[in-house]
Nanobody, 124 residues
Framework: QVQLVESGGGSVQAGGSLRLSCAAS????????MGWFRQAPGKEREGVAS???????NYADSVKGRFAISKDNAKNTLSLQMNSLKPEDTAMYYC??????????????????WGQGTQVTVSS
């Protein structure tokens, strides 16, 4: 069965950096689209970034130029490097995957498998 375990969250001041990781198991990691999502209190879960099996990436406008998603197929690990963090980046961050190689939408509706999340808090 698919298992996704996030780590790397924490508290940081505005302008700082964090690197999130997602350890994946139980499926063909190298053949699957993966993504990062986030959910702030009282808000909908929103897409942050995705990466397909060809390495093509897609980012939400709010994080372009600040965040970078990457995959390490040898280690079955997905990462999200977050730089120039802002208070509005504060949220629970989730790793997700699906059974297909492509990522046609940065939308939670196409991702059936989720991790438990890791909290990111950015103070001003």
């Amino acid at each position: 069965q698919v298992q996704l375990v996030e780590s790397g969250g924490g508290s940081v001041q505005a302008g700082g950096s964090l690197r999130l990781s997602c350890a994946a198991s139980g499926y063909t990691y190298s053949s699957s689209c993966m993504g990062w999502f986030r959910q702030a209190p009282g808000k909908e879960r929103e897409g942050v970034a995705s990466i397909d099996t060809h390495g093509r990436t897609n980012y939400a406008d709010s994080v372009k130029g600040r965040f970078a998603i990457s995959k390490d197929n040898a280690k079955n690990t997905l990462s999200l490097q977050m730089n120039s963090l802002k208070p509005e980046d504060t949220a629970m961050y989730y790793c997700a995957t699906r059974d297909y190689w492509d990522c046609p939408l940065l939308s939670r509706s196409i991702f059936p498998y989720w991790g438990q999340g890791t909290q990111v808090t950015v103070s001003s």
